[in-house]
């Protein structure tokens, strides 16, 4: 009997654990735009001729994190020349992780 109760209180721990996951309330749209902007920097760090994030926008707060869309610069440019910035789509986790989920421009 023990043993039952048991594995009901596992699982309903679990149901619990995926739920706050899934919610993830301690993730808010300024957490999650600096996520994606160190992410995609340290993914730049070690190249001189490399890429920079410009600007990030959180844009829907969505089941397990959000969608960041992020504006990005590459290539070493003088300062009077505006190339039109590159974006991708990030998705941010609630406990850190950065998915990129599309790119645009080229």
Not at 35 to 41: I, K, V
Not at 65 to 82: H, K
Not at 96 to 103: A, L, T, Y
């Given at each position: 009997?023990?043993?039952?109760?048991?594995?009901?209180?596992?699982?309903?721990?679990?149901?619990?654990?995926?739920?706050?996951?899934?919610w993830s309330?301690?993730?808010?749209?300024?957490?999650?735009?600096?996520?994606?902007?160190?992410?995609?920097?340290?993914?730049?760090?070690d190249t001189?001729?490399?890429?920079?994030?410009?600007?990030?926008?959180?844009?829907?707060?969505?089941?397990?994190?959000?969608?960041?869309?992020?504006?990005?610069?590459?290539?070493?440019?003088?300062?009077?020349?505006?190339?039109?910035?590159?974006?991708?789509?990030l998705f941010?986790?609630?406990?850190?992780?950065?998915?990129?989920?599309?790119?645009?421009?080229?």
């Amino acid at each position: 009997m023990k043993m039952k109760s048991w594995i009901s209180f596992s699982i309903l721990l679990l149901v619990i654990i995926v739920f706050l996951c899934g919610w993830s309330p301690w993730l808010d749209a300024k957490r999650a735009t600096v996520w994606a902007t160190s992410d995609f920097n340290n993914d730049w760090k070690d190249t001189s001729d490399g890429c920079v994030a410009v600007d990030a926008v959180a844009k829907e707060k969505k089941l397990f994190g959000y969608d960041v869309e992020l504006f990005y610069g590459c290539g070493l440019q003088a300062r009077d020349s505006m190339p039109p910035a590159k974006s991708k789509t990030l998705f941010v986790t609630g406990v850190g992780f950065v998915f990129e989920i599309n790119q645009k421009g080229s």
